[in-house]
């Protein structure tokens, strides 16, 4: 066992994760309020960092690994920034978003796991580095820690974590498992995303409403835009999932195809190879040269040139709009918030998750 542990990186500004330049969010109220989510997102990196500290040396060890590789920070980020209608960064914020983000990071050792996902976040994933028993206990231990810093937050605190846990479970056992028959493919999948991811971002949403005194009216709004937003995140990693390996932080392209996992691209695909030939002909080259090929076929040309066809061609063009249709609505959905900067940035928040390329 390899007791290493990556080298911690800092979790981007706001401006850095929504992709904002100088010119935008430029008034004296932005700047004070990008200040307010960035002082916060530091507060919370150090509680993070001390979430997942043990007395144990391997548990202690093995907790800060996929920490220490970085990340995006979506959750905590979303959850500072709509705090920002009600008091700020409360007490009370800060430890809703370490225990949303705490419950994420536990949700990745258990999905590396039943992926078979060799890479997370650029570095080795943590059950190919710790084997799997140690990499799913770990993420055990991290669904307790979360649960003991929401057993700070009272009742509703605790309940709404519960439930986004049972949602996370759900949607994990419905990916694993498959649509039944009869059953809609397409309408299966996205609903395995909006239990698997967009619950987690929901509650990232609700928590910075929750937990900031903020008028209890915009609950609702920003759960659905958290949703929303988190369907159309994980729709465009499936685009991404087909980038060649330079762009993608070093994980290999159609990982996800590999591991089983039908990704709306290939369900489009699916569906079209019953009326068109060239899609039956793609699709019988992803089943004989992608899925389930070994670590020594992904370098094979046969291989490559199967997943650079299928993120060629319509079916993933057909993905990304749908992705951004998700994204539009998520955007439609803040209608009943009031307008400003907190408005005006989860809406550069919706666009940023389908704008990037990793």
Known sequence: MNPSVPVARRAPSLRASLGIGERLFASPADRRFITAVDDGLEVVEHALEAAMHSADTLADTTSRYLLAAGGK????????????????????????????????????????????????????????????????????????R??????????????????????????????????????????????????????????????????????????EPVAVFGEKVGVAFQLVDDVIDLAPAGDRTGKIAGNDLRAGVDTLPLL??????????????LLRRIEDDVRDADDDAVDTEAYQSAVAALRDHEATATTRAVAVR?????????????????????????????????
């Open 146 to 219: 979360a649960s003991l810093i929401t057993a700070d937050l009272g009742v509703e605190g605790i309940r709404m974590q519960a439930e986004t846990f049972q949602r996370l479970c759900l949607g994990q056992l419905h990916e694993t498992t498959g649509p039944r028959e009869g059953e809609d493919a397409v309408a299966h999948y996205i609903q395995v995303l909006s239990d698997k991811t967009g619950s987690l971002i929901a509650t990232a949403a609700r928590a910075g409403v929750l937990f900031s005194g903020a008028d209890r009216a915009y609950l």
């Open 268 to 281: 489009h695909l699916r569906a079209l190879a019953s009326t068109d030939p060239d899609a039956a002909a």
């Open 73 to 144: 920070r979506i959750r905590p980020t979303l959850t500072l920034l709509i705090a920002q209608l009600g008091r700020g960064v409360t007490d009370e914020v800060v430890k809703a978003a370490v225990s949303i983000e705490t419950t994420h990071l536990a949700s990745l050792y258990h999905d590396d796991v039943m992926d078979e996902a060799p890479v997370r976040r650029g570095v080795p994933a943590a059950h190919v580095t710790y084997g799997n028993n140690v990499a799913i206990l770990t993420g055990d231990l991290l669904f307790a």
């Open 326 to 358: 998700w994204a539009e609505e998520a955007v439609d959905a803040l209608g009943p918030l009031p307008d400003g900067t907190v408005k005006k940035a989860l809406t550069r928040f919706a666009e940023s998750v389908v704008d990037r390329s990793r």
